[in-house]
């Protein structure tokens, strides 16, 4: 199973349309895209969280109940076309939805981490507001294949 995404490779900044406004974006989501999942998935479900330090695993994007047979997301996707039955949920702004970089000034490149779970579970009913913390547990047990990758972003 790998993930990929046509807007920055692995290990290198995510351009400045994909953060947000205060920090000069448009707050669009990146693509991102996956394939050879394992046998056996039913759904897939994606996190996107800041790990630095500062941010203390800042959630930019939670989405759940993507089908199974879909293999990405379109830039610009979240909010307004996202797969039929895909959910998303509330990110650490309290927005439904992507949210993207905006790490505090003088802080360093902050990494973002793109990660897609390959679930063994048709859907999950998680409310809008779960935490990160909760969507690992919701998902830890049915978790068949994941794969991550990570995009900077620093001011």
């Known amino acids: 199973m790998y993930v990929h995404s046509e807007a920055f490779p692995d290990g290198s900044s995510i351009p400045v349309v994909y953060t947000r406004p205060r920090v000069g974006g448009k707050n669009v989501s990146p693509p991102i895209s996956w394939a050879d999942l394992p046998r056996g998935t039913r759904s897939i479900a994606l ?3 800041d790990i630095h330090p ?3 695993r800042w959630v930019h994007w939670l989405v759940i109940n993507i089908p ?3 293999s990405g ?5 979240s909010r307004k076309a996202m797969p039929p039955g895909a959910r998303e949920l509330r990110n650490s ?5 992507y ?3 905006q790490p505090p000034a003088g802080t360093g490149a902050h990494p973002y981490v793109f990660t ?3 679930l063994d579970l048709d859907r999950l009913d998680l409310p809008d507001d779960t935490t990160l913390d909760a969507f690992m547990k919701a998902i830890k047990t049915h978790i068949i294949g994941q794969a991550s990758i990570t995009g900077y972003f620093g001011r």
């Open 99 to 101: 949210g993207g970089p």
């Open 93 to 97: 702004f309290g927005d439904l939805g």
């Open 73 to 77: 997301l379109t830039e610009g996707a």
């Open 116 to 118: 897609v779970y390959a």
């Open 68 to 70: 199974k047979d879909c």
């Open 54 to 56: 500062v941010a203390r």
């Open 47 to 49: 996190s996107v969280v």
